[in-house]
């Protein structure tokens, strides 16, 4: 069957083409010098309570490593957080090193604190967007959103 079917099993989530089933997977880490620590934690723990095959670098991660990560894993999605305020220094050319690597349509996402103080976040938001990233979310955002976000994004991507 060309169409790309997809199943929910014991609570994990993947895409099936063809024969083959395969798990969402996605690259984590805390981008830049950045060494906050706990959200990390609780996003590899609800990522992969979701099903997904879950890549996490910890803290203080480069742009190479994340690339690096993705391409090893083949993942499908890299999610960056940025703690202490110097997320979009830490996140320009991102999208840009991700083409250079043959991860062209890899999803992007970037949560956390990701400037300095307290910026109108429609204002952060479009800058991010602008950067070729995915989805933006703002502070204390539920991960679980970002959960149904990447569902629906891997999803569509695979069609
Ligand atoms: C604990 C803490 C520290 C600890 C970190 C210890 C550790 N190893 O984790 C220490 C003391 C080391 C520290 C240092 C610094 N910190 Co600090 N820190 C905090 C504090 C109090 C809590 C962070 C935390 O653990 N939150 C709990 C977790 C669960 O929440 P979270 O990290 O926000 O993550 C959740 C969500 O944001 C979301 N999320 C995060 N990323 C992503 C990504 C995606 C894709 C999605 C969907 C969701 C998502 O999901 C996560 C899980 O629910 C916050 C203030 C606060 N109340 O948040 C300041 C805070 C983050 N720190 C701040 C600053 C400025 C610093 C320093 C620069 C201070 C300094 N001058 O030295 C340094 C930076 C050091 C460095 N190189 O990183 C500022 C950042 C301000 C900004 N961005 O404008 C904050 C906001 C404090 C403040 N109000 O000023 N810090």
Redesign the pocket.
């Known amino acids: 069957m060309s169409l790309l079917l997809y199943r929910f099993y014991w609570g994990s989530f993947s895409y099936e083409g063809m024969n083959n089933v395969k798990k969402i997977t996605l690259v984590?880490g805390?981008i830049?010098?950045?060494?906050?620590?706990?959200?990390?934690?609780?996003?590899d723990y609800?990522f992969t309570q979701a099903g997904f095959n879950v890549v996490n670098l910890g803290?203080?991660v480069s742009q190479k490593e994340f690339v690096e990560a993705a391409v090893e894993a083949a993942a499908d999605v890299i999610?960056?957080?940025?703690?202490?305020?110097?997320?979009e220094i830490d996140c320009k050319g991102l999208r840009q090193k991700c083409d250079e690597a043959g991860l062209a349509g890899i999803k992007l996402?970037?949560?956390?604190?990701?400037?300095?103080?307290?910026q109108d976040f429609a204002e952060v938001e479009k800058r991010f967007l602008e950067m070729g990233f995915d989805?933006?979310?703002p502070?204390?955002?539920?991960?679980q959103?970002?959960v149904e976000?990447i569902k629906h994004d891997v999803h569509h991507q695979n069609l």
């Open positions: 984590l805390v830049g010098a950045d060494v906050h620590a706990v959200g990390n934690k609780i996003l609800v803290v203080m999610a960056v957080s940025s703690l202490y305020g110097h997320g996402y970037a949560g956390g604190n990701l400037v300095v103080g307290k989805r933006v979310y502070p204390g955002t539920d991960p959103l970002s976000h």
